[in-house]
């Protein structure tokens, strides 16, 4: 149920609905815009109704929430978007974030000069894996927690936050010293005790969508971060599998209105993953922009044929500038302005 407050209900009125909705064994999610607060009760719907909160003081309507994913559907937020700051860049909204960095964290000199290169041409954040999800596991796992500290290095060095993986719960504090941004890979989407750990943390989390994950799976993914009281939830689009073979995956450009449709929280698109070739993440890209993407998390390396892990997808760290200002202006035309440090 989401209960709607009056634009001039009080304090007392606010804090007194939620004693009501938490003494049936309900949990209460307040969400407090410019003029109208809302509070979602999450719980047993029959008990909530029970309350007869549509006479309570300050209460202007109550209304169903019919959608299984409560917490990130566009209900809750009453059509309002949600804006997500990390260090003073903001991701929603007008705001469109470019999340850029190697696939994964190889060495000090790679790492450093990717970072000092995106953060030049203007990046938002900077990504790198320090654990690496594989479908062998004989390939390279990723450095670690070495990786980890050059992460931080690179943070310390250019200033951009950090987005990387978190694949196990057990390396939750050692992510926690260094991501300002917890990714959440496509094979760990449905992996529910982690995503309730993650919520738990409180820090911003990008959920990759899964390789056969449908929109409402993806959303119910984000509910289980969001019900432990964490709002800061990105959604992620990064290529499905389809039918067609003359590409690894089929990038759902589609997902993203749709998305913004169902969905108050940020949609980034990861155009690196779905084709596996540099030649069409630029495209990609571009349309992701013009589509209305909140944000792009793509990868870049300093000379990809070298590189451990998915070389070919990979653009030239020399070519990032060129890139990025080409997907500003793609995403201009969508209404938004790349986001950078206030």
């Known amino acids: 149920m989401m209960i709607v407050m009056k634009p001039g209900a009080t304090n007392e009125d606010i804090e007194s609905v939620v004693e009501r909705i938490e003494s049936c064994g309900a949990r209460a999610h307040l969400s407090s815009g410019e003029e109208v607060t809302v509070i979602g009760a999450i719980g047993d719907r029959e008990h909530v109704q029970r309350l007869g909160l549509e006479g309570h003081a300050g209460v202007q309507q109550v209304v169903p929430i019919l959608r299984p994913y409560k917490l990130s559907s566009n209900q ?3 059509g309002e978007r949600t804006v997500i700051e ?35 041409a203007g990046a938002s954040m900077f990504r790198g894996g320090a654990y690496k999800p594989r479908s062998s596991p004989y390939s390279f796992q990723g450095l670690g927690q070495e990786g980890l500290h050059l992460l931080a290095e690179a943070k310390e060095r250019t200033g951009l936050p950090i987005v990387t993986e978190l694949m196990d719960a057990r390396d939750v504090e050692p992510i926690l010293e260094v991501a300002d941004v917890i990714q959440v890979g496509a094979r760990n989407m449905q992996n529910y005790p982690l995503l309730a750990e993650i919520g738990r943390t409180g820090r911003p989390v990008l959920i990759k969508r899964g390789l056969s994950s449908t929109l409402e799976e993806l959303l119910m993914a984000a509910e289980y971060v969001l019900k432990e009281g964490n709002p800061n939830v990105m959604l992620c689009e990064r290529g499905i599998r389809t ?21 108050h929280l940020p949609v980034i698109v990861d155009p690196s993953h779905a084709p ?9 890209s571009l349309a992701a922009a013009a589509a209305g993407a909140d944000g792009i998390i793509v990868e ?6 070298q590189a451990i892990c998915d070389g070919p997808q990979q653009i030239y760290a020399d070519d990032f500038a060129s890139y990025l200002e080409q997907v500003e202006r793609a995403a201009a035309v969508a209404g938004k302005v790349l986001s950078a440090a206030a």
Request: with cysteine; proline share 7%; hydrophobic share 40%.
């Open 76 to 78: 809750f937020r009453s």
């Open 86 to 120: 990390i260090d003073g860049r903001r991701i929603g909204g007008e705001h469109f974030s470019m999340i850029a960095g190697p696939c994964t964290v190889e060495s000090r000199e790679q790492v450093l000069s990717t970072a000092d290169t995106v953060a030049a």
């Open 243 to 263: 039918f067609e073979t003359a590409y690894r995956f089929t990038l759902d450009i589609m997902a993203i209105p749709m998305l913004k449709e169902l969905s």
């Open 276 to 284: 596996g070739r540099r030649d069409m993440v630029l495209p990609l």
């Open 300 to 305: 870049v390396h300093p000379d990809p044929e």
